[in-house]
């Protein structure tokens, strides 16, 4: 029991802790022996393509799960695990539905199974007739400022992630917890069997692998709210279930940027052989094998899918998840690294009621071709510089002997963001960069509705993300010398909302300065018309034409998210009207610029972008 304890607490120390955080089962002189002798720092890196969902965790030399290191958020947070809905549902950008079983499966099923590990309860529809059906067939919603659910079928494709944005409030069934009298009843889901594409009934367990949503405000008592009783309970479920949930918890990392996590292994872990595992999954990963022609969208039993999941949304079953695992040393005295380059395997199929689904099989079927095929199956983890996927730091034990934790973060302010169609749900975020006698491994920023004061608030807190349309990790540069500003836009808001934003340096031996904190509130959201493609408008002479279409989809989704590209789209809304000008009185010059701009829309096109 005490290891366990004490890997709970080396998470807290890794993400979070300030100076003199002391864990429950240690006395102070415990922790002051081993920061000063024992504390062996374990570097995990690895490069992801974007819009993954990934689970790290580690295990002992002979495979048996120790700890969960990191786990993104949709899934530690959002619970798209474990929700309402068939788990073969369809799917969509920020889709309410629909349990996706294989998300993370070898890692659900391995930390499950590990001793002194129990799951989650599985929630379902509150009194739905199927988990088929989309739409509403009882009063069952609340307001949902997450998730949403568009019935325009063209904005419900796996291509629309820029035309959604969740314009109105949408109403979800958050569902219920599922009870032994529901598996007495039969209550099953509906599921096409992948082979004949004949459906059944599938009963299913009280439980489930993955944790429910944590991010439900209750709202009982409010007008417009039909939540169960059992939404209440949600979060301090995953958490009884998973305590350590909050310090792994982590958002969407950027796509083809690396990514560094730093565990601190407990006192109690002997000296002796280890292995660090990585789980990534990307909705919608196509290739010869997984796709929509060999995956559709299921369509049997009859009457127990409605018109709105049969129709809407995308099949999102692609490549499964693939595991990549090195083997890595504890004890030693000097620095070690430790790499892997090919995968460990993959589940290999969509059968998640199969016994053994979540094992890892071979990688047949697969994709791995980083030059034709980037960022898709095995190449889901690109290879870095050296041209391995996955590396394992192991700094010795007496490497942060004296190490200062970093100063506190001073003259924290936010402020509207100056994107007007934007600012309901963007902010700008300033603050004074702080010291370190070792340098700034990364700044911890955390966003709530709820006030941060002390560390349990600060941790229960969702971690900024990106000010872009895709819910991606905000990174913040560590290279501002302390006591300059570091300016940066925090994304992932919601309009006339009360926020609370925290910020706090964490070092290069995982110890954490004291956090600042600053109050802002969001403004009520501006609606414009939408926003101008100028000389490719003159050119073909309507805003909503379906070139146009491509060019703003390419705008929002690739250059909006990157600085440089917001740099080129900023210019360009400064010198395109007058081109357009030009262009429009003058139709051999709209010929031109069609011709000229035609092979781009073309070469888009047939990249999906």
């Given amino acids: 029991m005490r290891l366990f304890a004490a890997i709970g607490c080396s998470l807290v120390l890794w993400t979070t802790a300030p100076s003199g955080f002391v864990c429950a089962q240690d006395t102070e002189e ?17 490069r992801p393509t974007g819009f993954a969902q990934i689970a790290v965790w580690l295990e002992d030399g002979e495979g048996r799960f120790l700890t969960t290191v990191g786990l993104t958020e949709a899934t530690a947070r959002r619970g798209i695990g474990n929700r309402p809905g068939a788990s073969q549902m369809n799917s969509g ?25 129990s799951k989650w309860r599985r929630v379902i529809f509150q009194d739905r ?39 109105s409030v949408f109403n979800s069934d958050k569902g219920r917890f599922m009870t032994g009298r529901d598996v007495d009843g039969g209550y099953a889901e509906p599921y096409e069997d992948l082979t004949t594409r004949v459906g059944r009934m599938e009963p299913l367990s009280e439980y489930s692998l993955y944790p429910p949503r944590m991010d439900v405000k209750p709202c009982r008592g409010q007008p417009g709210c039909n939540d169960h009783a059992d939404v209440l309970d949600f979060e301090d479920h995953a958490r009884d279930v998973m305590p350590e949930i909050d310090a792994v918890t982590m958002p969407t990392p950027q796509g083809d940027a690396d990514k560094r996590l730093l565990f601190t292994a407990p006192q109690d872990w002997p000296a002796g052989d280890y292995r660090a595992c990585v789980e990534i999954n990307v909705e919608g990963d196509y290739n010869d094998v997984y796709n929509p022609d060999v995956l559709p969208t299921p369509q049997t039993p009859d009457e127990t899918w409605d018109t709105w999941a049969r129709t809407y949304g995308y099949p999102y079953r692609g490549q499964p998840s693939v595991v990549y695992c090195t083997p890595f040393e504890l004890g030693a005295d000097g620095a070690q690294t430790f790499t892997v380059r090919d995968p460990e395997g993959s589940v290999s199929t969509w059968d998640t009621t199969a016994p053994d689904y979540g ?79 070792r340098g700034i491994f990364r700044y911890d920023v955390r966003v709530s509705t709820d ?14 993300k990106e000010a872009t349309i895709a819910a991606q990790e905000l990174v913040i540069p560590t290279d501002v010398a302390a006591g300059d500003m570091v300016h940066v836009d925090v994304g992932g808001l919601t309009q006339s909302t009360r926020y609370y934003v925290a910020v706090r340096a964490v070092d290069e031996c995982a110890k954490s300065g004291e956090f600042g904190v600053a109050e802002f509130q969001t403004p009520v959201r501006t609606f414009t018309t939408v926003t101008p493609c100028f000389v490719a408008t003159a050119a073909y002479g309507s805003p909503l034409a379906a070139e146009i279409g491509v060019l703003r989809r390419y705008r929002d989704r690739y250059l909006q998210n990157h600085a440089l590209g917001r740099v080129l789209v900023d210019a360009y809304y400064a010198f395109g009207p007058g081109l357009a000008n030009l262009v429009s009185q003058d139709e051999e010059l709209r010929a031109a610029t069609r011709w000229a701009l035609g092979p781009v829309v073309w070469l888009l096109e047939a990249l999906d972008i």
């Fill in 30 to 46: 415990d922790v002051d022996h081993a920061t000063s002798l024992h504390e062996q720092l374990v570097e995990i890196r690895f």
């Fill in 93 to 117: 950008f920020r889709w309410p539905y629909g349990r996706r079983e294989g998300v993370l499966p070898t890692w659900a099923r391995r930390r499950a199974t590990a001793d002194g590990a």
């Fill in 129 to 167: 007739s199927s988990e088929g059906l989309a739409s509403r067939t009882s009063t069952d919603f609340s307001p949902d400022n997450y998730f949403c659910l568009s019935f325009d079928r063209k904005h419900a494709s796996k291509e629309a992630l820029d035309a959604v944005s969740c314009a």
């Fill in 359 to 437: 094992e890892l099989y071979g990688m047949e079927g697969m994709t791995d071709d980083p030059i034709d095929a980037p960022g898709v199956g095995a190449d889901r983890l690109r290879a870095m510089s050296d041209g391995e996927r996955l590396h394992v730091i192991v700094i010795p034990p007496l490497s942060c002997e004296g190490n200062v934790p970093p100063g506190p973060v001073a003259d924290v302010q936010v402020e509207h963001h100056g994107d007007t169609l934007h600012a309901h749900e963007w902010a700008q975020l300033r603050f004074e960069a702080a010291k370190d006698d």
């Fill in 451 to 464: 006030p941060i004061d002390d560390e349990r608030s600060f941790m229960r807190a969702e971690r900024a």
